[in-house]
């Protein structure tokens, strides 16, 4: 069970990225979540300063832009 | 090679609908029809162009790269890599939560954050064309000094006293450690398919972001162009009257745009005669001044932070108004 999070203060793109890993997870039936992470915290902790950043199980794998397609399934599959 | 826009709005405006150059309608149906396609392709060509050359400028790079900076050149690079830096507004907390963790000093993060929204290529580009090079290069001077001064003189208020809590215990962490980061180096071996990818992508993003502003922008100074008498502002807003910078400033606060969107209505002021002065002033307190940018900002400052900030700038556009009120008639060829 993989657990994402997306990580950005509520830009448009954010909620852009959260919503196409989301279709994703349920085209491919993946055992996953996605939720979005505004917390300063997190951006700190990662030390992301474009977002919308990615983080899976606790590691950094995209920061800023909206991530490709490929990108995205290239994750949920590994 | 720009005429043949001129020639576009002539066969549409004037040949295809039978409207006459003298009417109002006419012209500023024509002014509309020229800037906007001559906008839109200037914009096309020099963002991909652009952001060919600077594939490889990272935020990430420019945080590394000023950490290692004295003060003094820090707030010279903060602000000149506020201006080339491909970044937008929405990422103005990460990157300063990123700038304050790498320990670089608060006022040179904040003339990178004033100087970000002033210059950029679509503004530079815009006013090269509808205002001429001189009228750029003072704006880009004017726009550079702003982020300059105002980072240094937010430093010697030690403004970092008004950080919020949180952010201002992760800047006194990144003082107290000494520096461990190497020189960074740019990435610049992108390979050409790398750096097409990256144009192409920034040139959608951009493009998408800006079209509608140029539409608004270039609507209402087709509007000025062709219904207000000119001669209007000077007559109510000349040079003589010293209120009129404040004023223009303060009416800029509201009015929330981006610099794509108020050049053309520049364009259309000053050729209503409103002094050039006043117009940059209004023109820099829209772009730059504005109530979203400092919603954002909020949840990294605390208010009276917030109010020096918005105080400075008040203050900087307004002197440059009328500084050139005074000597910038011979900018204008």
Known sequence: MKTIYVLGSGCAKCQKTAEMIASEIKNLGVEAVVEKDTSMDSLLKYQVMSTPAVVIDGKLVHSGGLPRREQILDWLKA | ?333
């Open chain 2, 1 to 333: 090679m720009l005429k043949i826009f001129t020639w576009l709005a002539d066969g549409l405006v004037f040949s295809l609908l039978g409207l006459s150059p003298q009417s109002k309608w006419g012209d500023a149906l024509h002014f509309f029809i020229e800037d906007t396609t001559k906008i839109y392709f200037l914009l096309a060509v020099m963002i991909y162009g652009i952001a060919l050359l600077r594939a490889s400028l990272k935020v990430e790079w420019v945080r590394d790269f000023l950490a290692r900076r004295h003060r003094l050149t820090g707030y010279v690079m903060g602000a000149v890599l506020g201006a080339v830096t491909p970044f937008c507004s929405c990422s103005s907390i990460p990157l300063f939560l990123g700038f304050c963790s790498a320990g670089i000093p608060l006022g040179v993060t904040l003339a990178f954050l004033l100087t970000s929204p002033l210059i950029n290529e679509v503004a530079v580009i815009m006013l090269l064309e509808l205002l001429g090079w001189k009228l750029t290069l003072a704006y880009i001077f004017v726009g550079l000094m702003t982020g300059m001064l105002g980072g240094a003189l937010l430093d010697l208020l030690k403004a970092e006293r008004w950080l919020v809590p949180e952010v201002a215990k992760v800047y006194a962490a990144a003082a107290q450690a000494q520096s461990k980061t190497t020189e960074p180096t740019l990435n610049t071996r992108l390979s050409w398919r790398e750096r097409h990818e990256f144009a192409k992508s920034e040139l959608f993003e951009i493009f998408e972001r800006v079209w509608k502003w140029v539409l608004i922008g270039v609507g209402l100074g087709a509007g000025l162009h062709g219904f207000v008498p000119a001669g209007f502002f000077e007559d109510y807003l000349g040079a003589g009257q010293w209120w009129s910078v404040p004023a223009a400033v303060v009416l800029g606060i509201p009015l929330y745009s981006n610099a794509t969107g108020v050049i053309p209505v520049m364009k259309s002021l000053l050729l209503k005669g409103m002094p050039i002065g006043t117009t940059l002033a209004f023109c820099m307190s829209t772009v730059a001044a504005s109530f979203p940018e400092f919603i954002l900002l909020k949840q990294v400052m605390q208010f009276k932070l917030l109010a020096w900030v918005f105080g400075f700038l008040l203050l900087a556009f307004s002197l440059i108004g009328w500084i050139l009120n005074l000597w910038g008639p011979v900018l204008l060829k």
